[in-house]
């Protein structure tokens, strides 16, 4: 692989997803910055298309243009089957515009409530979108089933972890694993392990 490095900006200001990213492309001619490496404040992208992709490609499109540089961009969020596949694209903002983590599993278990285990099937989805320089894409999903909980457990993760029981750890909420078995399985992890195949074909 060439020894200069192409310059991504990565859309998203959270530290864990970006060494994620860093870690799960390592070997490419990619250096993945995030806008505050750029010396910029992150970007607010309004998420206003229907799927986790269209999202995951709004994203790294506005970043391409302020940035001038390849750009990544991911989507990510819960789809609840017994909900219609709510909260989907809508999994950060389900209780209300500004609703905190705990606002969010509140509001799904009150909607799940007196629903069985038979009925509280769900799974984390994620896209993720690489840009380069010219504008061609690449794009992944993954996807990670289970269940959700009858109540919060564990502390770890973040969002809708405590509430998640994923089926590759059965008799665990997501935010019971370390951070390590969470990214093994995690919807995140095997979107960008797709995406690293895309670019290894493309090479
Ligand atoms: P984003 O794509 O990282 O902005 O995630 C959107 C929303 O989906 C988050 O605010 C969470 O509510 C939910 N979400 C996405 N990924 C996860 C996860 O790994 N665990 C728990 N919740 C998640």
């Not at 986790?52 to 940035?67: C, E, G, I, S, V």
């Not at 540089?69 to 219609?84: E, Q």
């Not at 769900?122 to 992944?140: K, N, P, S």
């Amino acid at each position: 692989m060439a020894d200069e490095k192409r310059t991504v900006v990565v859309a998203t200001g959270n530290a864990g997803k970006l060494a994620e990213i860093r870690h799960a492309l390592e070997g490419f001619d990619f250096e993945f910055l995030s806008a505050a490496d750029l010396g910029a404040a992150p970007l607010e992208v309004a998420e206003t298309g229907e799927s986790f992709t269209d999202n995951a490609y709004l994203k790294a499109a506005a970043y391409r243009k302020k940035f001038g540089m390849a750009a990544l961009a991911d989507d990510s969020g819960l789809v609840v089957d017994a909900l219609g596949g709510r909260p989907g694209v809508r999994s950060s903002r389900y209780a209300s515009e500004n609703a905190t983590d705990l606002d969010n599993t509140r509001k799904l278990l009150e909607e799940l409530d007196g629903f069985g285990s038979e009925m509280r099937a769900a799974r984390f989805q994620c896209a993720i979108v690489l840009l380069d320089e010219a504008g061609d894409a690449t794009w992944a999903c993954g996807t990670c089933e289970g269940q959700i909980g009858f109540v919060p457990k564990g502390s770890g993760g973040f969002g809708y972890d405590p509430v998640f029981m994923p089926d590759e750890k059965s008799g665990y909420s997501m935010a019971e694993l370390t951070l390590a078995e969470k990214n093994a399985i995690s919807h995140r992890g095997k979107a960008l392990a797709v995406l690293r195949e895309q670019l290894l074909s493309k090479d």
